[in-house]
Antibody, heavy 128, light 112 residues
């Protein structure tokens, strides 16, 4: 079955760029049919959606993070990645990647259905 | 402040039923049938329990059910079991601002 695994530095300095990668196994990103998502959870808090990407490269971001977020996909490696720039302590969180099933699709985009496969999460601390 | 409003906590005894509400607006919960519910045990990744308001993924017990009325979605767990004790989050597609996804603040379920 499909499995997701996050990887990247666990410690990032303030003002730098957080970079994480999610490796997909047991299925192919390029087969389509899903959005590939990033979600984070601040310590002791709820879930926050960061954004998602389609295999074609179309992206959708949380408006509150859009100016600092870039999500990209590398279908040759079956990976998708998150970059969050100008980080502060407020970006300290557990970061999850997830597969997002699709609902109705128009000619230009699809509605997101449920996130049915999740990675185990990776903790990122922003500190000098 | 989360875009979707959930009660901070609910509780119930084994065998009982509980309902968790998730209130949004006509731009999200009320306008689209793309509401999902997730269960999260401490230290674990969330697990999808309900998608598109009322559909259960394979493997999720039929004790879990979802519904929606107006701008409020609900998750009902019947026949509560000890292992149901967890945090529960709702999410919805939203057309507010640019299209995206919003989560509720989460509800801690305690099985007494």
């Amino acid at each position: 079955q499909v499995q997701l695994q996050e990887s990247g530095p666990g410690l990032v300095k303030p003002s730098q760029t957080l970079s994480l990668t999610c490796t997909v196994s047991g299925g192919s990103i390029s087969s389509g049919g899903y959005y590939w998502s990033w979600i984070r959870q601040h310590p002791g808090k709820g879930l926050e959606w960061i954004g998602y990407i389609y295999y074609s490269g179309s992206t959708y971001y949380n408006p509150s993070l859009k100016s600092r977020v870039t999500i990209s996909v590398d279908t040759s490696k079956n990976q998708f990645s998150l970059k969050l720039s100008s980080v502060t302590a407020a970006d300290t969180a557990v970061y999850y990647c997830a597969r997002n099933d699709l609902g109705y699709c128009s000619s230009t985009s699809c509605y997101p259905s449920g996130m049915d496969v999740w990675g185990q999460g990776t903790t990122v601390t922003v500190s000098s | 402040q989360s875009a979707l409003t959930q009660p901070a906590s609910v509780s119930g005894s084994p065998g009982q039923s509980i309902t968790i509400s998730c209130t949004g607006t006509s731009s999200d919960v009320g306008g689209y049938n793309y509401v999902s519910w997730y269960q999260q045990h401490p230290g674990k990744a969330p697990k999808l329990m309900i998608y598109e308001v009322s559909n259960r993924p394979s493997g999720v017990p039929d004790r879990f059910s979802g519904s929606k009325s107006g701008n409020t979605a609900s998750l009902t767990i019947s026949g509560l079991q000890a292992e149901d004790e967890a945090d529960y989050y709702c999410s919805s597609y939203t057309s507010s601002s640019t299209p995206h996804v919003v989560f509720g603040g989460g509800t801690k379920l305690t099985v007494l």
